[in-house]
């Protein structure tokens, strides 16, 4: 990472730990590595992004219902969905610094390098060899010593040979500890639901095309976790399975894909940070047909923050096989077992939230005007309303409870009693709450508050009994402002 990307992302990461967004897990004890705790705000900005998510793909529509399986499913889930013999990442260590590095991560840091010093050519070349080589351990080597890669930490390049490392979990169920007490934690949330397809399919009597949405935990040994809440070791999934005829299956691909592309813009991402990138038949793995992901800039590069693909019959098929059970649909007009085709559009509740910080994220103003503020959409922002008295007495503290205990029964709201109003706007805009309300000696004579707004900073004068129907319009007017840092 450069100076400039780092300092961003060290301004974010401090702004989260001081506020109550995102602290680092164990921190007591020293912490435990790439492992986070999310405080009162970060849990309040998670809840907003799985609710937004839930509601446009289940509330929002007829063809979608929800789930919510084990995270710890027979043994027997992860030998036939492939992830015991293929969920491996190629791994490779550092003899000098005992240092261990998933070696096409290597290979993607040098990249971008080459992209950040302007060698475009040199960029697209090289990541055209990393796809071919991806799959194949020796060529994956060549690629990191013709490249002259040396370890970050010792400097030298004497790298071992690479190795497939299996990403899951494992535990124990019951109290012996043998092999066939053997358990994995879910690495995806997405086989819950293929298992449970007849049970669905039963229970509701949907038709295709239909979903299954699910949101949970998931949990992946990454060998090389890194930049913040990016990658983590146990992380929040928001995943859903569309289950289409195979002759439509393109059709609801792309559908798909747009729509999730859509979902990040309704919510305020920045345009020119997004982009849907498709992946190449190189990239795709082995069950799909295709794989669109939607990136975001980040300080550090593009990276994914979800995988749209159609996943073909793969999974039910292998299910299938290995429990002996059909999965199938029963199409009574044609009369005939149907084995639909899957497309999955897949995303990451903590990615998400994180690339909302990141892009809300500004510092605006000089000197005593200078701020710092979260441009965060009013609907995923963790505090809609906070109410101020602007000073603690004349009965202004009272009217100010009297107002929030009424705004809170729509908006998430919060009260500020201390210092100057200027500061409090500031520690508002500074976690992202689009309104605030004060509280004043007018306030008691003619029962209007004074609303200011965190992106423009204008205030007006709005009758109590108006305010919660003003902000509602606000919210649904709200526009995306053009930020002033280049953070
Ligand atoms: P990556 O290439 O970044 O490892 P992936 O392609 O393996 O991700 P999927 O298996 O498609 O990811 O998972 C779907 C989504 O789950 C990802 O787009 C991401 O948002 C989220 N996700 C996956 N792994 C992690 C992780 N280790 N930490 C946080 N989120 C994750």
Redesign the pocket.
Known sequence: MSKSTTAVMDKIVSLCKRRGFVFPASEIYGGQGSTYDWGPLGVELKRRVKEAWWRSMVYDRQDVVGLDSAIIQSPEVWRASGHVDGFTDPLIDNKTSKQRYRADHLVEARIEKYRRQGKEERAAALQEKLTAALGDNQALRRLILEEGIKCPVSGTDDWTEVRQFNLMFQTWVGPVQDSAAVAWLRP?TAQGIFINFNNVVTATRKKLPFGIAQIGKSF?N?IT?GNF?????E?E?MEMEYFCRPEEAERWFDYWQQERFRWYLDLGVDPEKLRLRQHTSDELAHYAAGCGDVEYLFPFGWS????IANRTDYDLKRHTEASGVQLSWFDQERNEHIVPYVIEP???C??TAMTFLVDAYDEEGEGKDRRVVLHLHPRIAPVTVAVFPLVKKEGMPEKAAEIEQELRRRFTTAIELNQSIGRRYRRQDEIGTPFCVTVDGDTLADDTVTLRERDSMSQERVPVSELAGVIDQRIADWRRPEKASVA
């Open positions: 995806e992946r990454e976790p809440v990016f990658r983590t070791r992380f999934q994914e923050l979800e995988g897949a995303a990451g903590d990615r």
